[in-house]
């Protein structure tokens, strides 16, 4: 065979594989636009369904739902009258998300990724975060009394102003958080890591349960002691 056919052979041959090599990129590049279509819609019935959610009979479920970045000011994932429970949100994606001043009593937060959510005023009274991640969130001035938040990771999360009675917060990661002016009468914090914590003006009380070895700073405000005086 001589060199010039070879170079044909060849030719053809790399000619074939890029026929085939690209069929396969522009298939896999149409799936991709198809996941990403389908994810695009689905995020958008998810925040349809948690919008519409006190309207339409408090019921569907929004676990693993799609509501990073979302807009859900003043939101109603309550119980509502004749219902224990809040809205379902296990395992649901939060991320930035803006759920200033909404209801979010007895809603059920387990495992949900909130980090760098906006929570401001938000009411999370008995709220279920266990293990949630709030990496930064801003919870200032948020209803957190009796929540469970067992290891939930607070990282510099903003706390400030928050009302923490009675929450469970056993083991969870409170490093570096502002805690500034922050209720904890009562609340559990054993295991909690506190390293970095800002506790200014914090309150609490001889109820209230720190982790072993801590010793609240001078500028916690104990006021049973203060009461005792």
């Not at 009274?125 to 949630?132: E, M, S, V, Y």
Request: charged share 25%.
């Amino acid at each position: 065979m001589n060199f010039e056919l070879q170079l044909v052979l060849l030719g053809g041959i790399i000619g074939i594989l890029g026929t085939i090599i690209g069929g396969i990129v522009e298939a896999l590049t149409e799936d991709w636009r198809a996941h990403r279509r389908e994810r695009l819609r689905k995020r958008e019935q998810d925040i349809k369904t948690a919008l519409e959610w006190a309207t339409t009979g408090r019921k569907d479920s929004l676990r693993r739902a799609d509501l990073s970045g979302a807009d859900l000011r003043g939101v109603d994932l309550g119980p509502g009258d004749g219902r224990e429970d809040g809205a379902d949100l296990r395992y649901s994606k939060l991320k930035q998300t803006d759920l200033a001043g909404a209801c979010l009593v007895r809603a059920n937060l387990e495992s949900a990724d909130l980090e760098e959510a906006y929570l401001v005023g938000t009411n999370l009274f008995k709220a279920n975060l266990g293990r949630a991640r709030l990496q930064r969130a801003g919870l200032v001035a948020a209803t957190l009394r009796g929540a469970f938040l067992v290891e939930a990771d607070l990282q510099k999360a903003f706390l400030d102003y928050a009302s923490l009675e009675g929450a469970e917060l056993l083991a969870a990661n409170l490093q570096r958080a502002s805690l500034k002016e922050t209720k904890l009468y009562t609340a559990n914090l054993s295991g909690a890591n506190l390293q970095g914590a800002s506790l200014t003006q914090a309150k609490y009380n001889d109820a209230t349960i720190w982790p072993d070895g801590f010793t609240p700073p001078p500028e916690a405000v104990n006021v049973d002691a203060e009461e005792a005086e």
